[in-house]
């Protein structure tokens, strides 16, 4: 169990808070059985929440925090509600953001951190990307360390995906190695809502609203022209959460392709014999795409006409536009496709009210852990539950969606599409 | 078991459908457990979802569904839904909706059922209120089961909370005494969120979000006068979950009452002495209060003002602006109120994604329930998946706010109020 | 023409400014005509922007603002573009806030004015309200003007309605008696857009907006039951023109009454008449009433139940509301009705774009006026163009919605309704 | 004047309208003028608005209608309020829609007209695009008036830019050269707000609004990296409103590049060099071009690097983009470009309320003109007036902002750029 810091003995200051969890408590991560069945064994988390006891001194502790990676709706909330946990709610005197992300731990790559106040912080979160600034990339966690140790930071907060979390354990090891007391707390962030033991991340909710929006406009886009035919590339690296969602929050869209379900593009069956279809029979068409869906046709692709190895080649976007626009040429209908690319207009959006609850439970939950002197572990939410996880079980599960569960025949019945692209013979399941 | 048709022997129709969950999967209600403890007995529940051997045969199906009770952001989103899972999924060819609520089925008070078709169902997830209308109150199970024979209705989809689903309950059981297959399923509906076993009841998270739109007006009316004090009432007969995700989704708010917490408005310490101290020190106040909260108030008040019981005097926000205003005239400072009571503009809002989902979501797992031959029950969700509630279990089972739990803890953390108001000994705890 | 401070002789201060209006150009009033007819003689206006030539040394001025009345959109604008115009522009060094409307002006009721910075203001268009505060009332002006010798103040900007820009001119008269060089600069603040040779004012635009959206509830609710009736109560004292813009924006409203349009509301074919026969042909109906609407109903009525001329009965819409259930209770027939009364919630709303574009301009030119050492005046907009209206010639002039027009015809094709209510005789037209 | 059919003698059908102008009333063009100057002669228009004599038995009309060209906010809105007006207000019993713009008018081309009824009509102004299809290009207006004169068509609205309403120009002068009496009355169309004796056209409102959005997106997601430098291009071929009003609205944009200022992008007090200065200073930058400015740049980098006149490069967007890349390679400052193209999104949005007005108001003055058999004209909108202007007129004349007036004042005021890019001697006025 890494996830304490134990090196100076048991917590023993108390919690200025009135309320605390029961620390023995235990939420399983896989909780559906069979009649009749024993429970098997299980992985569970540790809830979170504030506990009787603390770690550190309140009246001493200088904490910090860092926002890393692509922005996310939300990251003003949770730095705004670790601040006002830390400073009202424990008493925390000094509290500051580094900079533009990893490379602001690093002195020779970034500047002061900003002390937060009150006037600060207050107006943040109806304000979408990150006051804080964020980056990409790792840091040398040596320096890093060096720099917190040399602040007298005792508490670090990493709100960013897997890499920043990974990081994140190796400034807990780097601390710990020296005998240095540094809780490092994470808070998962990915708005594509990919990650495991975290039911729900923030942003998404966000992201979904906004990408049925998009997707408004391209149904319009799509219906107001002859033959009319809008592809919307949504984010998704990985999993296809929401492209999923905002499809069946619109209604409105004929195609959705994602990571988790392959699809064949030529020959019968194909996505472009279907779309043809649907183009001869209902005059428009709209596809929602997740930037990770298709990458085994990219690769191909590339392979056959493009020798360098044009990165551009990579973004399955532009791909199936240019795809799309030869085939119909090719058959000789007469389409007009328009392509929307809203990544950025969607992730920094500010967040809506189910974003900003989820931020602030975040970050009161990880601020809980941080002054219990739990480190090296994310905050995740589970079955209706805040918990502690462990960041090596975080890096190593993936949440994907499941072909053969009720979102995906929600998206089948929403769109129509069939279950699979391809030959007859190929869709077919025994 | 009530929740299975068995008058006629064993499903015997396979689905058309190609995913079909393991019926034998249960769901269990309480999960947490301590380190080292045995998991005790514990209620559990049928997951939904489609099964492989149908009840009915699709291709003779009469469907019909109902709305009940208040408007709820959604409910056309799960009238489409069942719509299309019925006939689209299943094939079922025949699918109508008794108008404004259980009143439509009694003929002597309702006209025709509308014959529901694609055309008429598919833009109305765009819209608020509820297409094929809605009524409070009870119809007699006789009459409406004799209706529903001479229809040949087989399926009846309730949407309502827990009246409506008491009385689905009675016509299941009144063609239960027949022998006539009738499969009532119920859809939870509770813009409160606070139904046992129903982890996010769908409209919720809609009317959070226009309750912090309200909010952010009251909020802008309170600080542009000098002593402005906005008083919202929002809605949350039982439980205040809207007054408190609004609250820590805003973090404008400055006092928050809700039915779970009961509060002192007078004395040393009370609601208007720690109001009084907040005009004193920042000129501007919000205060958003859930409609059941302070009842105790009211009723003494009722008592001591006004013998014939005047019914105006049982809504806490006339009755709370009255006594701040006496107040503030008592005490000498001039404060300008404003009265917000927004219930039927958040409640006739179109659903946000978040709603559109889980209202697709519940529709179809509606469907698949009836379509098995389930009846009695209502669909659930619960630890992120959709299960089977027998109705018994539902309307016994309440869900409330915990006060010592996360998001009161977050409630408190935003406002600054404090745990309880009254004078300084009763708000101890020991 | 009072409108130009001559107490110190011609300006002199050249204009830091590049672009320089020609101040003799002349915006006339009426300008329709009959083919061949000669141009009569008319008012008109001089027109606004920036002047070559200044009456105040930028170096050396001390600006001030004050906003008075009820809210409206656009506020923040006002203020934020004022300051930065003064500021950045003009270079003038220093700029304050009086708090509270007039109130702020005397030293015996308000606290210190606010000194801007560019810090202060640089967020605050995002959002309603007014940061510098608002109240009703006048100031008695000499001891305002003797505050703002105290202080130096040489140009004091009023945004406000009628009230207030009555009590500016009080101001410059009262600075002109003693030949203290005060610019006083109005801005027309009316929601309701009813102000003479002032085409359209800031903050109608958004609260229109606003209308429609709770007009769109209000067709919700009165849809989604049976005989329901939806009464929304909107603002316009003496105008129409938000009941209509958002009637025919929203083209969902059936019933929408005006000021300039008297009603008769019983016997036949008046408005009850009409309103049983919408409801008993379609089941629901949406009425939309300006608070100005039927005050000749609400005298007599008053006069009729309550000899103590109780005020609440002065509000239409309470009123129609009584009126209405007691009609059908009377004729027999159930029906829902739902009160809305939004205008809290309209008029704290952030401006729309439309409105933010004309604050800013409205701002700039005020600025423009008052380095120029216009005063006794306030910007208007006639015909696309700004101009400088004197105090006296704004409070006499009206702008009203004409019956005979193409407005009007637009809402009574929107919603159907007759173009009179009552008897059959009273409404016919020869 | 080819305004008005007179093949046919005078107008001979009394309105069924209660109310109508005087058609001998003129709206003057320019109406600015110097004190004492004696009005000019000016070109002056005919008021729009309903004629007591009718030129058509509203009765015996069949009227059509056609959308050319991009999609504009607003579209819908005409269609629907010409219909009513026609149908509901004159009586007109037959009203088409011919398919996908001008293509629709060629048998060989288009399908059957779309009959318009109340019901498919009733709920299309809440949403983009146009119901009836649109598509660019002219139509043979002898095969064109050959179907209309088939089809019994006798008024013909086309919606649409300077294009389209040269081509109904052309429709209406064939079908003059028959003597077939058919009225070709234009309703102008430019989301560009660029039209010559229209103050503004339906559509633009909507789209700065829309802009505005995307502009906060592009503000955060520069403000949330270091360096981070947002590009937006905007609409906005000839003149840049959009540009310039989203820009007044937001005050969140440092550089507004339009059409009608040209500007300098290399050398000392180029935009290269400005905006390395604010970069240096600020960290971040916010850029809005509209898409027709600096073409000229654009020509001449076309003949500098690719002889074969690539097409991409014509356009700003990705060209501004690269530029800034490169430039700030080569000075050795590493930023993040985020490129923003929104058109489709802003264009496809369903109409504000002041569009929706707009279009209304355009909508019924368009039918009152044709019932009173004027042809060859559109609708405009001057001085708070709807007018007639003949097509010869509307082609004739542009619309541009104006570089020394109080919108660019606005523009460079809101932005701090400088009012012009290039070397100090280049950019002084004398």
Same mark, same amino acid.
């Given at each position: 169990m890494p996830m304490t810091i134990d090196s100076l003995g048991v917590a023993k200051f108390p919690s200025p808070l009135r309320w605390a969890v029961n620390g023995a408590t235990r939420i399983p991560y896989r909780i559906a059985r069979e009649i009749g069945a024993a429970p098997g064994d299980d992985i569970d988390f540790e809830i979170a929440g504030s506990?009787?006891?603390?770690?550190?001194?309140?009246?001493?502790?200088?904490?910090?925090?860092?926002?890393?990676?692509?922005?996310?709706?939300?990251?003003?909330?949770?730095i705004r509600s670790l601040y006002y946990e830390l400073t009202h709610a424990y008493g925390v005197p000094e509290v500051y953001g580094f900079q533009y992300g990893y490379q602001g731990l690093d002195p020779a790559r970034g500047g002061e951190p900003i002390r937060l106040t009150d006037e600060f912080v207050d107006p943040i979160h109806k304000r979408g990307g990150t006051v804080i600034g964020t980056s990409r990339g790792p840091v040398d966690s040596v320096v890093a360390v060096d720099n917190l140790v040399w602040r007298g930071i005792? %508490? @670090?907060?990493c709100v960013g995906g897997d890499g920043t979390q990974r990081g994140a354990l190796a400034l807990h090891q780097e601390a710990e190695r020296r005998g240095y007391p540094l809780a490092v707390v994470g808070i998962p962030k990915t708005i594509d809502n990919d990650v495991g033991f975290v039911a729900r991340t923030f942003g998404y909710s966000t992201a979904v609203e906004a990408a049925r929006d998009i997707i408004d406009s391209a149904h319009m886009e799509a219906r107001s022209v002859e033959n009319g035919i809008s592809l919307v590339k949504v984010m998704g690296r990985h999993a296809g959460y929401i492209a999923a969602g905002a499809t069946i929050a619109s209604q409105d869209v004929n195609f959705t392709l994602v990571p988790e379900v392959p699809f064949v593009l030529d020959g019968e069956g194909g996505l472009l014999d279907a779309l043809t279809r649907r183009i001869r029979k209902r005059s428009h068409a709209v596809i929602v795409v997740a930037e990770g869906a298709g990458q085994d046709l990219l690769d191909r692709s590339a392979g056959e006409t493009d020798a360098s190895g044009n990165i551009k @080649? @990579?973004? %399955?976007?532009?791909?199936?536009?240019?795809? %799309?626009?030869s085939h119909f040429k090719r058959v000789g209908i007469p389409v007009a496709v328009r392509y929307f690319d809203p990544s950025y207009v969607i992730r920094s959006r500010p967040a809506n009210c189910e974003d900003a609850i989820l931020c602030d439970l975040y970050a009161r939950n990880a601020v809980h852990a941080a002054m219990a002197g739990k480190t090296g572990l994310v905050i995740g939410h589970l079955h209706e539950t805040f918990i502690h996880v462990p960041v090596e079980a975080l890096v190593a599960e993936k949440k994907r969606l499941n072909p053969e569960g009720g979102w995906w025949h929600a998206v089948l019945a929403a769109t129509g599409q069939p279950e699979q692209f391809g030959p007859p013979a190929a869709s077919g399941k025994p």
């Open positions: 506990r009787k006891d603390l770690f550190f001194n309140p009246a001493r502790v200088r904490a910090a925090m860092v926002t890393c990676g692509g922005l996310c709706p939300g990251l003003n909330n949770v005792n %508490i @670090l907060f @080649l @990579l973004d %399955i976007g532009p791909f199936l536009r240019q795809r %799309i626009e």
